[in-house]
């Protein structure tokens, strides 16, 4: 029975280790110009500069501050997280409501749909189509966002249309109840926490599905993201010298706790969810 | 005659000890060849009663302490190795939740030879295959639903497939846990008219747990009706039961 | 006879998938705003000449109407006429080609030896709920599968390849060697190495997490506790009960995987500079390459379809109740 006291405690600590990293990101972006020593977009300093006591962790090909790009690429890339995985959610709700809830016509179309895109290889349908658009905040959260919603709308569908043939929903449908009543008051309020999970569990692949595009230069060349950053170390081939330690090794950190920080989160409402598990 | 099982002070609980028992002190004894009866209503701690015996708290995440004697012998404090040598050797169970106590991915015959195999150290293909087909004419199945997947079979095809695996080893003790509940009217009767040619051809004690008061009434030579871990009656007939008559 | 049926249900369903992604590529260029000229083409369409721009057009019927249009990029798909990568100044079906054996090899040692892994520790964690093994199994997994794989990759060439020198720092095999035989051999393991050790080190959750997920569902299973109660030896409970089961679910999360095995292979071999698709791709993304782009996508996309069909079929060797099913009826 201890053990089991520990792993509940464990879990939750994971859980708040996840939030404690998410408050102390979101503060870093709030709060990016005071913390961050140099504007990140000027030059200020000699070009592969090593690290020292003005510019923490160096500085890059054309002399910006290592340490300040990195603060300010907070910004975009916890932003970019959220704003993508927000599209992908309300979108994966949408349909896995509609599909789940109406049934009919419109499911098999949407799972239809939904087959397809899940059996598209996903990184390469992103990247071919981030190809055909610029790199803007806009558009890469769009492209994420626009890809990534069918397996969330899976899940949602089959909780939903599990929680539809409850007896209770049958009695308010039986005492003429109307859907977007018991829709609203229901059925997303049973699902909310895996909503929720989800809405974790995309975050922390869109951070890295970022990372991966502006890494292949699919990214605005000009805004400060953590992808960007090593973009430009691997075209410089920093990981072929020294500069690797400062130059490619905070960044990918950063994405690294970031994404975690939202998995654990994620971990912690799910085990909140499951009891079992 | 000394009984066949001698259920002394039995205290059952889950979780932590201090949470309070289910069980609250039982005894009961149960003779050779003969029926007894637990009734009670749901949650009154009549399932319970079965797994101590079968000796699986441990795995309910709870505990006992009282003796349970088998044949003369304490099995309440055997170690889980020891009772894996009791279990179904010597005492077997028909558990409420025969539907889905079946490896969903083997035949029938595989999940009955398993038990053959590990207790009864059968490994001949022939003899298997006999002693299979000799349980199914018991449990009146026919032989080919020995090839079976669970899922393919109706609920009381499953329940009755059930009685023929706990029959495998010819226990001396068979526990009878809701074994017929959920099934039709027709079926209950042939289940239990197979159980009772049974017990009579391989005298075997069987214990009978029921909601039910007429099954108990026909089948059991004693009853014990628990309340809240506690036998507060041994007619066939309760009180509760009298009430609920009128009320109907 | 339904047997044949269902397996060519089956076939249907990927058929129509095939050719619904064989339009989806056609489509999309077409469809975005913007000029199709320079959608199709990339945006060195305004360096060319005249006469070089008419032939483009030409070679795309751009004047066309759109059916025109589809029904020849139909023939010449199916003619294998994929046109010529001005990027890399050689036809593009050869580029593929010649592509297409390292990325394979690349994914699909990846996909084997992570899924085996995976389900090892998915298995010891799983069993070992409530304890600190699962929860230290648990935490350090999801936090090494939040690495991005191409800052892994980076890291590890720093750390293996210049700083220790023990692996080759790029390619897939050493280009100035003529290795031949055993020794070619090992030159190739050589360089897969590195990649693919990035590969699977972040591929392992993907398994882990559902198998240790089934895993602690299947323990929870009225079966199981009965084959307790039956007396049946904890090794067998274990695996011919608990293990098993769990595969199933866990089989099925294979099935999708096997759908993004190459989209890991993109970035990473980016990274190593490996000579498969993804390289390609990436390549063809940094000149703006355009059709190289679009049938690199395409033939990625095939040969997941083709992978996720192998796999279909395999799924009543897992689940013997399948086959079952067929025999009955």
Same mark, same amino acid.
């Given at each position: 029975m201890k053990t089991l006291k520990n792993l509940c405690k464990s879990e939750e600590k994971l859980g708040l280790i996840g939030i404690a990293l998410l408050v102390f990101f979101l503060i870093v972006a709030l709060l990016a110009p005071t913390i961050?020593?140099?504007?990140?977009?000027?030059?200020?300093?000699?070009?592969?500069d090593t690290p020292s006591s003005i510019h923490l962790l160096g500085t890059n090909d054309i002399g910006q501050d290592i340490f300040s790009e990195i603060i300010y690429g907070t910004r975009f890339s916890l932003s970019l997280a959220l704003l993508a995985s927000f599209i992908a959610i309300v979108l994966g709700v949408l349909i896995g409501v509609i599909s789940g809830y109406f049934q009919g016509v419109w499911e098999s179309f949407f799972m239809r749909l939904t087959d397809f895109i899940l059996i598209i290889p996903f990184l390469p349908l992103v990247i071919i189509i981030s190809a055909y658009f610029s790199g803007s905040f806009k558009n890469l959260a769009l492209v994420i966002g626009l890809t990534a919603w069918p397996s969330t709308a899976r899940i949602i569908r089959s909780q939903v249309m599990r929680i539809r043939s409850k007896d209770y929903i049958l009695n308010l449908k039986a005492m003429g109840g109307r859907d977007s009543y018991i829709l609203k008051r229901h059925i997303l309020r049973e699902v909310l926490p895996i909503i929720v999970y989800r809405f974790m569990m995309m975050a922390n692949s869109a951070i890295l599905i970022e990372a991966s595009l502006s890494f292949l230069g699919l990214g605005s060349p000009t805004i400060k993201s953590w992808g960007t950053i090593l973009y430009y170390a691997q075209v410089r081939n920093a990981f072929l010298t020294d500069a690797w330690v400062w130059w490619i090794l905070p960044p990918g950190i950063c994405i690294s706790l970031l994404s975690v920080a939202f998995l654990f989160s994620g971990y912690y409402v799910e085990s909140r969810l499951n009891p079992k598990v | 005659m000394e009984p066949i099982l001698k259920v002394e002070e039995l205290k059952v609980w889950y !979780?932590?000890?201090?949470?309070? /028992?289910?069980?609250k002190g039982v005894s009961f004894d149960l003779n050779l060849g003969e029926t007894l009866g637990i009734r009670g209503? #749901? !949650? #009154?701690?009549k399932s319970t009663i079965a797994w101590a015996v079968m000796g699986m708290m441990s795995h309910l995440k709870g505990g006992m302490e009282g003796s349970i004697l088998l044949d003369g012998k304490n099995i309440g404090n055997l170690t889980e190795k020891e009772y894996k040598k009791v279990r179904w050797k010597e005492i077997a169970i028909v558990p409420q939740a025969a539907m889905n106590s079946f490896h969903p991915m083997m035949k029938i015959k595989d999940s009955i030879g398993e038990i053959l195999k590990i207790h009864c150290k059968i490994t001949d293909k022939k003899q298997m295959q006999d002693k299979c087909e000799e349980l199914m004419e018991i449990a009146h199945l026919d032989k080919k639903v020995l090839s079976y997947y669970p899922h393919k079979m109706s609920g009381g095809m499953k329940q009755r497939a059930a009685i023929a695996m706990a029959l495998a080893c010819e226990p001396k003790l068979l526990i009878l846990d809701e074994a017929t509940t959920g099934l039709d009217v027709l079926t209950e009767a042939e289940v239990l008219r197979v159980v009772k040619n049974l017990q009579r051809r391989n005298n075997m004690s069987i214990l009978l747990i029921s909601h039910d008061p007429r099954l108990v009434e026909v089948l059991c030579d004693k009853t014990i009706y628990i309340e809240e871990g506690v036998?507060? /009656? +041994? #007619?066939?007939? +309760?009180e509760a039961d009298l009430l609920e008559a009128k009320a109907v | 006879m339904r047997k044949l049926f269902n397996r060519n249900r089956k076939l249907y369903h990927y058929i129509i998938l095939i050719f619904l992604v064989i339009s989806f590529n056609f489509f999309l260029p077409r469809l975005l705003p913007g000029n199709p000229l320079v959608n199709i083409m990339g945006e060195d369409i305004s360096l060319l000449t005249m006469e070089e721009r008419e032939a483009v057009i030409e070679r795309y019927n751009l004047n066309d109407s759109i059916f025109k249009q589809y029904t020849t990029y139909l023939r010449n798909l199916v003619t294998l006429n994929w046109g010529t990568s001005y990027s890399k100044k050689q036809p593009i079906s050869s580029v593929l080609w010649a592509a297409a054996p390292w990325t394979l090899l690349l994914a699909f040692s990846n996909l084997v030896i992570s899924t085996l892994i995976g389900i090892y520790l998915g298995t010891k964690a799983g069993l070992k709920r409530r304890k600190k093994e699962d929860v230290y199994l648990l935490s350090g997994i999801s936090f090494i599968s939040s690495m991005p794989s191409f800052w892994l990759g980076m890291i590890f060439i720093s750390v293996f390849?210049?700083?220790?020198?023990?692996?080759?720092?790029?390619?897939?095999?050493?280009?100035w060697q003529n290795y031949t035989g055993i020794s070619k051999v090992i030159d190739v393991l050589r360089h897969l190495f590195l990649p693919l050790s990035t590969l699977v080190i972040l591929s392992i959750s993907n398994i882990f997490l559902p198998m240790r997920y089934a895993l602690i569902e299947v323990m929870g299973e009225d079966f199981v506790f009965m084959a307790k109660a039956k007396g049946i030896p904890q090794s067998i409970i274990r695996y011919k009960y608990i293990v098993r089961n769990a595969l199933l679910p866990v089989f099925t999360v294979f099935m999708l995987r096997v759908g993004y095995i190459f989209s890991g292979s993109v970035v990473i071999e980016t990274v190593f500079a490996y000579p498969g698709l993804g390289r390609i791709m990436y390549d063809a993304i940094s000149t703006r390459d355009y059709p190289l782009i679009q049938y690199s996508f395409l033939l990625i996309s095939l040969m997941v379809i083709l992978s996720n069909y192998i796999t279909d079929l395999l799924y009543p060797l897992i689940d013997p109740r399948v086959v079952n099913q067929h025999e009955n009826t």
């Open positions: 961050a020593p140099f504007d990140p977009y000027e030059r200020v300093g000699k070009s592969f | !979780g932590e000890k201090c949470k309070g /028992d289910i069980i209503r #749901s !949650g #009154s701690g036998i507060v /009656d +041994h #007619s066939t007939y +309760h | 390849s210049v700083n220790l020198g023990w692996f080759p720092i790029y390619g897939g095999y050493s280009m």
